[in-house]
């Protein structure tokens, strides 16, 4: 008996903390598509502050798509190589990786304001770049790099691939031979699961960009707060809503990548 | 030293148990543990034996009209707090952050008894499992051995009626396990404590139990002392599970079983064991160790022959695997030195005493 | 400190050490390798080293000079700042951890139909910025909030507190739930049951098996997802930026300095010391689990 109502207060409880978290974004949702909030839904299900948003922010939201994009390349190329380097320099047991990589989660560690204000003041004098979508870009860069060294990183050292390389090695391939041919195809899963959090993690980045942005260089967080400041609340829930819709599916998507590169790590 | 507490019996009745995605891990079971023995639940994995355990134990519950009785009183209801049962668990399951002494002190702390005697009761404990002193140990600095010491002595601390063990040897390497083994069986035999022990180790089961219950796919095969499962199978589950078995299959004739190779000699008329009619086939079980292996050169009509294709030097002994012509080779075991090729020639002789059994050949063996 | 555990007679020997992966290929060179490591390292180095390195001289550059990095404890407002700052995150990571505690430890153990939704809708908002998480708390607590209707429906007065400090410790709370609760969920998913069957035996009631054996079990992971928390909450900026709190926390205060005030100098240095406080919090997680990563609120 004891057991049973045990077991439904906690389960009342976790529904509690469920709905305090999910509630807020379902309102939100019907918000950004409600004629009136605060008459409710009563007052009829409308598409037009979706519209508005689209039509105010267009071009932010494909900037951000854009930079998300750029930022993904850039965290590839810059990343994949370093992710590689750790991995078999000195066997993966050097100081110099060890150090490296502590240096690389700075960014994260850091509050994004101090990443942001160090920019400007080392950058801000060079008026195009500080007024050019680079400007946001390389604050993304800096923000997302780890998160693709990581992952990556994880699935070179396994075991696994350092047969596969030494098995390649043993067969004439040189280092660069084995970079483009076998490691990277085999790093693939981690890979993935670092595109789709540095696309994941672009989109949603607030705090650098804040302080780095431009009136002609916003990206959507930065339209949301724009929106949230200024106007009534359905049209910020539209945009909030918009922005629900381009993160989802990303979401969607690490949980099964980071469950597939699991697999090909645990070995 | 303890008070010695008048020993309990434990008896199951029509205990089955069901699980929530509908296997059946036992079927309905009666089982009878006498107080003061050491029974041996043994099988493969998946047979029940550990279920069984965990139902003594109070860590789960039979089915609708099971019962669990500890002498006369009826436990069923009771989960495993208040059961008062010590368990020894297969990876010993000592707390980490606690040390030795407070390992196992725990059940004493948990009822309050004072520190003065917890510490002396402690002291006598590592005591019985030869480890004085090591109360202030962190319990990651033990080895294997002191491990599953201390988690027997952290079980028998709070004097429980009934001592639980899962499997307690398995982790531990092979000559360790042997020494730990004889330790163990001093131990219980010194207690006088009814004692349950899972294990799918035949030999473990063998040396340490008083009664062994053979269970294969949620019920009991065989309840025996290990003389009586080694020598007399009730059925061919056992048969095959303990130890190695030879079958071969001929037809009776007059006093022997007549094989393509020879024969081999039948109990007398009035033995049970001869039980089957002339003229009829017939299987017939044998231990390996109970096959002579002879020179062809000195084999009688007595002797079954046949082609030696393996010989396996196994330090202590020595196997052969003979072909004779029957379905599957007869293995034979000699601690004495001998060799033979393989290729060979060879003979064989299997006294009538030591047919372990027959059965008429109609009969579908299991596979 | 461990003792080595003796080799046991008859234990399997070990005939060769074990080879590290990716030994067998590092040939002679290895400086090729840093190759491999420059597009990343030149990145990093031209846009965050050395303007951090510029930074921390701007930091000293005021009228203070290098006493400017002791302003936050000396200078009456950002102490007050900071020390907010560290009370809501501290109250908000122990909040947290209760919470996650007992929810995380439920959902491991209770097998159910649509628990795993429940999991899944306990780490969605992990993506969510800032900013979208204060827009959250004016969804419940704001001026058409949820809770503010419920109030007046109940009581005739709107209850509208997400401007306040409770508002901001939603907020905070908002997003340090779902950071905390996988780390929580992952650990009572290690955790051994025999432990707590052994406590079982030995008589321990619920709340003592809880106390003695599964708390201990978990605290590592309680302590490494608490700093993450505690950083993340210290470093948050959007969250607090949305709901324009009368309270400053500190990231606010630096924010209002560089663009309010123009002091860069006070800018500077304070985040410098809110950069060391978070990165200190963060190295202090890592070496009690090895990964400790906050994603910026």
């Known amino acids: ?50 519209a508005q948003v689209w039509e105010m922010y267009q071009p932010t939201i494909w900037r951000s798509l854009f930079i998300a994009l750029a930022c993904l390349v850039v965290t590839l190329v810059a990343g994949v190589p370093l992710a590689y380097m750790l991995a078999r320099y000195r066997g993966g047991h050097s100081r110099l990786a060890r150090v490296i990589e502590e240096l690389l989660m700075m960014p994260v560690a850091v509050p994004g304001l101090a990443t942001a204000l160090a920019l400007i003041m080392a950058y801000g004098q060079y008026r195009q770049f500080r007024a050019s979508i680079l400007f946001i870009l390389v604050g993304h860069v800096l923000f997302t790099l780890p998160f693709m060294v990581r992952p990556v990183l994880a699935v070179m050292q396994s075991s696994q691939l350092a047969q596969l390389e030494e098995a390649a090695a043993s067969l004439g391939a040189g280092r660069l031979r084995r970079f483009f041919g076998i490691v990277s195809p085999n790093a693939a899963s981690g890979i993935l699961a670092g595109a789709l959090m540095v696309v994941t993690l672009s989109i949603g980045e607030f705090n650098i960009t804040w302080m780095l942005h431009t009136p002609l260089t916003q990206t959507l967080p930065v339209g949301l707060a724009d929106a949230y400041a200024s106007m009534r609340l359905e049209v910020g829930s539209a945009y909030t809503l918009i922005f629900f819709f381009m993160i989802i599916p990303l979401l969607i998507g690490m949980q099964w990548a980071t469950q597939a590169t699991r697999k090909k790590v645990s070995l | 030293m303890k008070s010695k507490k008048e020993a309990v019996s434990i008896r199951l009745h029509q205990c089955a148990k069901s699980f929530a995605n509908g296997t059946r891990a036992l079927q309905p079971l009666d089982l009878e543990i006498h107080p003061g023995e050491t029974l041996v639940l043994l099988g493969p994995s998946g047979c029940g034996k550990t279920t069984t355990l965990r139902m003594i134990a109070g860590l789960e519950f039979p089915d609708e009209g099971g019962r669990v009785l500890f002498g006369e009183d009826d436990v069923t209801a009771l989960p495993i707090e208040k059961r008062g049962v010590g368990m020894v668990f297969q990876n010993y399951a000592l707390f980490p952050n606690m040390s030795v002494g407070e390992n196992i002190a725990y059940g004493m702390k948990i009822r309050k008894i004072p520190a003065g005697e917890r510490a002396e009761r402690v002291e006598k404990l590592l005591e019985m499992v030869h480890l004085q002193g090591l109360s202030h140990r962190r319990v990651d600095q033990l080895s294997g051995g002191q491990k599953q010491r201390v988690a027997l002595a952290r079980a028998l601390a709070m004097e429980p009626r009934v001592l639980l063990l899962d499997e307690p040897l398995t982790a531990l390497d092979a000559k360790l396990r042997e020494a730990v083994r004889s330790d163990l069986n001093k131990l219980l035999r010194s207690l006088g404590i009814t004692a349950i022990y899972v294990t799918h180790d035949q030999g473990e089961a063998m040396a340490l139990g008083d009664r062994i219950v053979v269970m294969e796919r949620g019920k009991i095969s065989q309840i025996g002392t290990p003389q009586e499962i080694y020598y007399h199978p009730a059925n061919d589950f056992v048969a095959d599970f303990i130890g190695a078995m030879n079958r071969v299959q001929g037809i009776v004739s007059g006093d022997r079983l007549l094989l393509p190779n020879g024969s081999l000699p039948l109990p007398d008329a009035g033995n049970p064991m001869n039980a089957t009619q002339q003229g009829q086939p017939a299987w017939a079980m044998f231990r390996p160790e109970d096959v002579q292996v002879v020179d062809i050169t000195e084999a009688d009509a007595q002797c079954l022959r046949g082609k030696l294709i393996n010989t396996f030097f196994l330090g202590d002994r020595t196997r052969f695997e003979i072909e004779i012509g029957a379905e599957r080779p007869v293995i034979a075991e000699t601690s004495r030195r001998g060799w033979w090729e393989a290729g060979q020639q060879i003979a064989l002789r299997v006294p009538a005493e030591a047919l372990v059994k027959m059965a008429p050949a109609a009969v579908k063996e299991n596979a | 400190m461990k003792n080595a555990i003796p080799a046991t007679p008859g234990a399997p020997g070990v005939l060769k050490p074990e080879r590290k992966p990716g030994a067998g290929v590092r040939s002679a060179g290895n400086g090729v390798w840093l190759w491999f490591a420059a597009p990343g390292l030149t990145l990093f180095c031209a846009f965050w080293l050395l303007p951090m390195a510029r930074l921390v001289a701007v930091g000293a550059s005021g009228p203070d000079g290098a006493m400017a990095y002791l302003s936050v404890l000396t200078n009456r407002h950002y102490f007050a700042s900071l020390l907010s700052t560290l009370a809501l995150s501290a109250v908000v990571t122990l909040a947290t951890l209760a919470i996650s505690v007992m929810v995380g430890l439920f959902l491991q153990r209770n097998r159910f139909a649509g628990q795993s939704v429940l999991l899944a809708m306990l780490t969605f908002p992990l993506a969510f910025p800032g900013v979208v998480v204060g827009f959250m708390v004016i969804m419940l607590a704001g001026r058409q909030g949820l809770i503010g209707s419920f109030t007046n429906w109940l009581f005739g007065e709107s209850l509208v507190f997400a401007y306040s400090l409770a508002g901001l410790f939603l907020g905070y709370l908002y997003f340090s739930i779902p950071r905390v609760i996988l780390t929580v969920v992952a650990a009572a998913e290690k955790l051994d049951p025999s432990l707590e069957e052994a406590a079982r035996s030995l008589g321990a009631r619920p709340w003592q098996v809880m106390l003695h054996v599964v708390l201990p079990a978990l605290l590592p992971a309680l302590i490494s997802s608490g700093a993450i928390c505690f950083a993340t909450s210290v470093g948050a900026f959007g969250t607090a930026f949305t709901l324009a709190a009368n309270i400053d926390v500190l990231p606010m205060t630096i924010y209002n300095e560089f663009t309010g005030y123009a002091n860069f100098a006070t800018a500077a240095s304070l985040s410098i010391v809110l950069g060391l406080i978070t990165w200190a919090m963060l190295a202090l997680a890592r070496s009690l689990t090895g990964s400790g990563v906050a994603a910026a609120a």
């Open chain 1, 1 to 50: 008996m004891q057991k049973r109502l045990r077991f439904y207060v906690q389960l009342a409880f976790t529904l509690l903390v469920c709905a305090f978290l999910v509630v807020p974004v379902v309102l939100s949702m019907l918000a950004g598509v409600t004629e009136n909030f605060f008459v409710g839904l009563s007052s009829g299900l409308t598409l037009r502050w979706v």
